[in-house]
């Protein structure tokens, strides 16, 4: 039964390969011939590609949970032991299953797109599919001939290796999809972006139509990257969240290009400026994201997360790429005499000008991690020399740049537009430019020193004001207007206009986000000393008394676990208990950290090694770290006050 399954599997992909090219066809002789039948038949064609990968995906769990070890990629992600969560989750632990979930996403994506949009966009839709079909074309051969998920072994192996241990974690579980959302979630709006660059109609249309799934697609990358930080600070024992990986880099890239494209589109909405920056913007941002799936998937670049290593497979990529980013861009380039604005810049103080600065600034910050991130490849290919490239060089490079974005995140919702006036300007801007130079004093008279920091607060303490003062601005407007106290000005300020609402609170959250990412990381206190069962560790306040080494087992794995009593003077504090880990099946060791919170920081300490007469332990105290998924959660809030705002205007 399994046996069968299986093959069904395959067929389903083989078919649904076969049918991308009818989905690239059928619209090609649709648009040639006006025939509306073949428009008809590609979004068929699409609507079956899904129903076919979900088969192939469906045949690909089953046979996981029937730990069917004749199957070459199953056996090499799983095994016998492995707890059924993870079973299922090791579908998209390696490079075959990745792809498929990509594809299948992908799939999905298209097929609710073209329903969704079927009535509304009739003279976009036939593009969307031909768009779509070809995304999906150059994936499932990829899958076909390079990264087949269901290829068989002969004999079946008699168990399998296991699931990286690193990956058998809830967080991480969950990271890929959610990226993938985001990575495949943009291919929506770059369909809708190149329908209308192929079609002619360039107007506001299809940002207006793209602009929740454009917020979707950011939501789920912002999400993914946040988990992954989350789970790189409790799982990897190094006690921080964000070390300039690689493929880290791969993900931030995207989503650097993703959030200046979601901020410029709104002045063509307002001014119908900017038509080319936002076709350009939208463009490399799904490019970045099929850049990320080649970091990760061709083996070109060393981290935790990437899992292939064959370099064809990361050829066939990199021909992809350049080919969807020729097409892309050759006909943006083509077009663009068609896509000149008569309405120019009145002044270069407005907020039209502060959206290009906006702009220029994220494109300059991905650039600068773009090249951290391939200038160790280049070297070693030019020199076969080894360099790498990490935090000192983003934080002298790339830190400044963030800062300013920051700064620019406070003027932009406040400045008029057209052009500012010196009232407009004193109004909006001198009480949070005193209110930043406050921070500054009082971060400097508490000895803080740290350029970084001191900037950061200052930033932070303009925007904030800004922040503020444009809530209440907005609440007394209404309050006044409607003769009502001010809480009932509130909620009618929010009815009135959600989305600005929504984009203060996300502001908030990135605020928010920043301070606990100067804490933690600035202001972190780290102890690393080898102990014995008895010693005791003074970690600021906090002493540490290591009390014993035990023998711990899981499901699927064995521990030496320490136990380690935290005082403060004579108050306890907790216990904590770091484990070193040891899987049965891989014998692949881990560090399990042990976390406690205080006031919105966290005590965390691991074990590295463990010896005959102790271990190795490692403390630290991060201050304020929780400020920095607190701060994701309140920017997630503000993007779902966003995505699910009152439909107005067509947007």
Same mark, same amino acid.
């Not at 809530?471 to 407007?477: M, S």
């Given at each position: 039964m399994t046996f069968d399954l299986v093959e069904v599997g395959h067929v389903a992909v083989i078919l649904a390969f076969m049918l991308s090219l009818v989905g690239i066809v059928a619209p090609l002789l649709g648009l040639k011939s006006r025939n509306g039948a073949w428009i008809v038949l590609g979004r068929q064609a699409v609507t079956l590609i899904f129903l076919l990968l979900a088969i192939a995906m469906g045949t690909l769990i089953y046979s996981y949970l029937a730990r069917d070890f004749s199957v070459k990629y199953i056996a090499a992600t799983s095994n016998s032991k492995l707890p059924l969560f993870y079973t299922v989750a090791a579908l998209w632990g390696g490079h075959e299953g990745s792809l498929l979930l990509w594809v299948f996403i992908l799939s999905a994506f298209c097929t609710t797109a073209v329903w969704l949009h079927w009535r509304t966009q009739p003279a976009t839709i036939p593009y969307l599919i031909l768009v779509e079909s070809a995304l999906m074309f150059g994936f499932l051969a990829l899958i076909i001939f390079l990264s087949n998920p269901f290829e068989r072994m002969i004999p079946a192996a008699p168990d399998g290796k296991d699931l990286n241990p690193l990956l058998q974690d809830p967080a991480m579980v969950m990271h890929p999809p959610m990226l993938y959302m985001g990575y495949v979630g943009f291919s929506i709006p770059f369909a809708f972006a190149m329908a209308s660059l192929f079609?002619?109609?360039?107007?506001?249309?299809?940002?207006?139509?793209?602009?929740?799934?454009?917020?979707?697609?950011?939501?789920?990358?912002?999400?993914?990257?946040?988990?992954?930080?989350?789970?790189?600070?409790?799982?990897?024992?190094?006690?921080?969240?964000?070390?300039?990986?690689?493929?880290?880099?791969?993900?931030?890239?995207?989503?650097?290009?993703?959030?200046a494209f979601l901020h410029s589109a709104m002045v063509q909405e307002k001014r119908k400026m900017f038509k080319v920056w936002n076709l350009f913007l939208i463009i490399m941002t799904f490019s970045l994201s099929l850049i990320g799936t080649f970091l990760v998937r061709s083996g070109v670049l060393t981290s935790v997360h990437s899992f292939a290593t064959d370099p064809g497979r990361g050829v066939y990529i990199l021909l992809f790429l350049a080919t969807v980013m020729s097409v892309a861009f050759g006909t943006l380039i083509a077009r663009s005499p068609k896509l000149r604005s008569p309405i120019q810049l009145d002044s270069i103080v407005s907020r039209e000008s502060v959206f290009l600065f906006n702009n220029l600034f994220f494109l300059v910050a991905m650039f600068t991690v773009f090249l951290g991130t391939l200038y160790p490849l280049i070297i070693e290919t030019l020199r076969n020399d080894k360099v790498t490239v990490g935090p000192p060089y983003y934080n002298a490079v790339f830190m400044p740049i963030a800062l300013g974005l920051v700064f620019l995140m406070g003027i932009g919702p406040s400045i008029a537009w057209r052009k500012a006036s010196l009232e407009n300007l004193r109004k909006n801007f001198l009480i949070p430019l005193f209110v930043g130079l406050g921070f500054l004093a009082v971060a400097a008279i508490a000895g803080i020193r740290s350029p970084l920091a001191l900037g950061g607060?200052?930033?932070?303490?303009?925007? !904030?004001?800004?922040?503020?003062?444009?809530? #209440?601005?907005? +609440?007394? %407007?209404?309050?006044?207007?409607?003769?009502?106290?001010?809480?009932?000005?509130?909620?009618?300020?929010? !009815?009135?206009?959600?989305?600005?609402?929504? #984009?203060?609170? +996300?502001? %908030?959250?990135?605020?928010?986000?920043?301070?606990?990412?100067?804490?933690?990381?600035?202001?972190?206190?780290?102890?690393?000393v080898s102990m014995q069962v008895g010693d005791q560790l003074q970690l600021g306040p906090y002493t540490l008394l290591f009390k014993e080494i035990r023998s711990v087992t899981g499901s699927n794995w064995t521990a030496q676990e320490g136990v380690v009593e935290v005082t403060r003077g004579d108050r306890f504090v907790t216990e904590l208990r770091p484990q070193k880990r040891i899987y049965d099946v891989s014998m692949t060791p881990t560090t399990e950290a042990a976390i406690h919170t205080i006031n919105m920081g966290q005590l965390f300490v691991t074990m590295p090694e463990v010896t005959p007469a102790g271990a190795t332990i490692r403390a630290l105290i991060n201050p304020l770290v929780l400020w920095v998924w607190g701060g994701g959660a309140i920017m997630g809030i503000g993007v779902l006050l966003n995505l699910f705002r009152p439909k107005r205007d067509g947007t």
């Open positions: 079609s002619g109609r360039l107007g506001e249309e299809w940002l207006k139509v793209t602009q929740r799934w454009t917020i979707f697609a950011w939501l789920a990358l912002t999400t993914g990257i946040l988990m992954g930080g989350y789970w790189a600070y409790y799982e990897l024992g190094w006690g921080g969240y964000w070390g300039w990986d690689p493929v880290e880099n791969a993900s931030f890239m995207p989503w650097l290009v993703g959030t607060l200052a930033v932070v303490g303009f925007v !904030a004001s800004t922040i503020t003062f444009d809530f #209440g601005r907005l +609440t007394a %407007f209404w309050a006044a207007r409607q003769r009502v106290n001010l809480a009932a000005g509130f909620l009618t300020a929010f !009815a009135k206009n959600q989305r600005r609402w929504a #984009g203060l609170v +996300t502001h %908030f959250g990135v605020l928010i986000l920043i301070i606990g990412i100067i804490s933690s990381t600035i202001y972190q206190t780290e102890k690393v």
